[in-house]
């Protein structure tokens, strides 16, 4: 699906492939010279189940924009008993040696998207689970050990290890589990180290379904928005081949490249920067057959803006929304949403 949207203008979408603009997943290799204008987006996606043959979705309602993802699954147990299971919410990776370049909600907190989930309209609290990793190294007990926060893009885990002994800071670096950090902000020369460790976090907590009814689960949290200064989205501004594949994702067809084109040409020929959103559809289908009604809104913010995704019946329905609708709907593959912001 790919087209250019303009305020005022109309476009039913139902049969036609289509190329909208919005992203939550991460972006391939950045040129150099865009390097410092671009920051990657963390992948999100929904509830991940242990598998039930007995627990159906009925619908699912999913709305993205870039301040907030919000999802609302009716589920059935059509079991003669309560069935009991394990739900999680598996927060996207987060890298030290990439957290520069990638898009963090929140860099200080553990929940750094904000989760948050109801249950038949009530509060959940979840129980939060932290691994932290060099490689394949599970390194979380010597870290906590040593009182250094695991998330690696907080400065409260900088500040633990700038105070650490200088003989401990050495058998880290030694180990690699940090790398020097040598800075001059104007004050002369200043010498850190930095975190090289990965960190995964999850947040779970037990269900039970009750025999026979319905029960509905809400969660909502912000997402992790990558953006580029300069889009490369147009054939020949794509640096290389890889960039180019990298935007198939995003379907963008020839009346969405066109209009990037029209954009650029009244920037003085400057492209127009993107914002990308990604979230994961396909994993985590441990419940009984498919989704029975499935909905997906997404709201590309401003009306002016071009919007390009992969999905077929897409529908507008207002002058930042479009709408998707799925009857017995199995997921194939994830959603890559691209977003053009265009200067008026």
Sequence with gaps: ?????????????AGKRWGLAVLLAGVAAVPPALAN???AALTTGGLVFTASDDIEM????LWISRQRIAVRYRFFNRAASDRTVTVAFPLPEVDALESSNVAVPDAESDNFLGFRTRVDGREVVA???????LGALDVTDRLKELGV????TSRKAQAALDALPEPVQQRLLRDDLVRPDDYDIGKGMEHHIGPQWSVKTTYHWRQTFPAGRELVIEHAYRPSVGASVQTAVIPDRATSPERRQDYARFCPDGPFIAGVRAATKRNGNVPPSEVRLSYVLSTGANWAGPIGDF??????GDPGALISFCETGVVKTGPTTFEVRKKTFRPARDLDILIIEVLR
């Design 127 to 133: 129980a939060i689970e932290q691994k932290a990793r």
């Design 1 to 13: 699906m790919g087209c250019a949207i303009r305020p005022g203008r109309f476009f039913q979408g």
């Design 37 to 39: 204008d671009t920051t």
């Design 149 to 152: 926060p695991l998330l690696p």
């Design 58 to 61: 009925r619908s699912e309602e």
């Design 295 to 300: 909905r997906l809104v997404v709201d590309k």
